[in-house]
């Protein structure tokens, strides 16, 4: 269920280690813990949430970073419950950013930046995504360094891998495409419930 909420969060979300950069502008509701953040972030991005996330986010309560995921046993340091601890806890104008790690194999690595505290617009549906350049890479390339050869060669019809890599992709992979406006925010908490199940 729901929980009402009068303001949102804007945040800017960039991968690091591309050029020229890959960014999403997104709105989402002050009541969001970080596991819906992080949902909505990949829906932004495009990737599909089958993997590992982990946000780095200073605790403003005690001046120390908080590592926040999924605490299934697979990290050698405490981590807060994402699915417990809301972003209104730690995002303020005073405390604007937060690193952001998806997918531990590929290991993409992001900058979240709070931009502003809005009202909610009641005609809006949050989360939305409001902005954004470029086509997001593809779960499971193999990180930054996949990502370019595997740019490089969608981009050369006469790569002996052409075939292969669009066949793999499903498509043809175009890096600078993005519409906003085709962002679909799917329910982080079904998300969750097929992992449990």
């Known amino acids: 269920m729901t929980e009402a909420y009068r303001r949102v969060y804007q945040f800017k979300i960039t991968i690091k ?7 999403r ?3 989402v509701p002050e009541t969001y813990t970080f596991w ?6 990949q829906d932004a991005i495009g990737w599909t949430g089958g993997h590992l996330y982990e946000f780095t986010c200073l605790n403003p309560k005690n001046g120390i970073n908080d590592t926040i995921s ?6 050698d340091r ?4 994402g699915c417990k601890k809301k972003i209104a806890a730690y995002f303020s104008l005073k405390n604007k950013k937060a690193a ?3 997918d531990f194999g590929d290991y993409w690595e992001n900058t979240v930046a709070l931009e502003k505290i809005l009202p909610a617009d009641p005609k809006t549906n949050y989360p939305c995504c409001i902005a954004g350049k470029r086509n997001g890479p593809p779960d499971d390339v193999g990180g930054v360094f996949g990502y370019e050869e595997f740019v490089s060669i969608m981009k ?7 075939e292969e890599m669009v066949e793999w992709y499903g498509d043809i992979y175009d890096p600078e495409e993005f519409d906003c406006t085709q962002v679909v ?11 449990d199940g």
Not at 36 to 41: K, P, Y
Not at 78 to 81: A, F, G, T
Not at 185 to 195: C, E, H, K, Q, S
Request: proline fraction near 13%.
């Open 185 to 195: 925010f799917n329910d982080p908490d079904m998300f969750l419930f097929l992992m």
């Open 78 to 81: 405490p981590v807060k419950d």
């Open 100 to 102: 952001y790690v998806y």
């Open 17 to 23: 280690g591309i050029k020229p950069p890959i960014w």
């Open 156 to 162: 050369d019809p006469q790569h002996e891998e052409h």
């Open 25 to 27: 502008r997104i709105q």
């Open 70 to 75: 999924m605490p299934d046993g697979e990290f």
């Open 36 to 41: 819906e953040l992080n949902s909505a972030i």
